[in-house]
């Protein structure tokens, strides 16, 4: 694999967690299909794809604290605080992958190793 391609694949593999405002788990789902299909041809492309995976882990564990908090009435504030968030700092890190650069989004829980 040439070394655009892995950096396409890595911004791809941060693009695809979009996938979860059209599908359910399509967040989750997508950058581990990248990880698995790309495993073993590129450890930056799989590096990210982890990356991407537990921001995703992260945002859904906050979504559900949101919707818990949407009883206090604060919730409803920061659930689309949230989903901005989110669609912010995912096209960040695509561009920041499409640049050859390893991506670190700031206050990730990093469960998948």
């Known amino acids: ?3 655009r ?3 396409q694949w890595a911004m791809g593999a941060h693009l695809s967690t979009l996938a979860g405002f059209l599908f359910p788990f399509g967040n989750l789902l997508a950058p581990f299909v990248i990880w698995q299909l790309k495993k073993g ?3 930056f492309v799989v590096g990210q794809a982890k ?7 992260t945002a859904c564990i906050a979504a559900v604290v949101c919707a818990v908090l949407v009883l ?3 919730g409803i504030f920061l659930l ?3 989903g901005l968030a989110v669609l912010v700092m995912t096209i960040l890190a695509a561009i ?3 640049e050859g650069v390893e991506y670190r989004y700031p206050f990730c829980l990093r469960l998948v190793k």
Do not use: G
């Open 1 to 3: 694999m040439t070394e």
């Open 5 to 7: 391609e892995e950096e």
């Open 41 to 43: 041809e590129s450890d």
């Open 51 to 57: 990356e991407a995976l537990n921001f995703q882990i």
């Open 72 to 74: 206090l009435v604060v």
């Open 80 to 82: 689309p605080l949230l």
């Open 96 to 98: 920041q992958a499409n």
